[in-house]
């Protein structure tokens, strides 16, 4: 449904921070469903772990949340001159190491949205398992 050079028309993110490849499915304001390939040469690699790569949890949050940032931002007319910030992470559970090779299915739904303020049920999954889970409380601001 939408690419990388689409979701960079949407997101502010750039490399080495982009943590989104592709978007499957949206249904604008209720739930969508993202992609990030995972590959051996990502710099946190580097250092997390030697010798045993591993996604390190707060990452998986962080592309979590940029799958929401796109569903929250894409009905924005003016979204250029918007930014979502992270209020709150609650519920965080990492149920299976993230490795290189993986692909992570990340699906969030919203569970309550106001005028600025936006909660979403966030899952990550790897081979159909759940990887990890989190409620992730977002505000949108002006840049």
Known sequence: MMDVVEIQKILPHRYPFLLVDRI?????????????NVTVNEEFFLGHFPGKPVMPGVLIIEAMAQVGGVLLLQEVPDRESKLVYFMG???????????????IRFELEVL????????????????????????????MVDR
């Open 24 to 36: 499957l499915e949206a249904e604008p304001g209720k739930r969508i469903v993202g992609i990030k």
């Open 89 to 103: 992470i609650d519920e965080a559970r990492f149920r299976r190491p993230v490795v290189p090779g993986d692909q």
């Open 112 to 139: 309550r949205r106001k005028a600025t303020t936006c909660k979403l049920q966030g899952k990550a999954f790897v081979d159909g398992q759940l990887a990890a889970e989190a409620v992730i409380l977002s505000a």
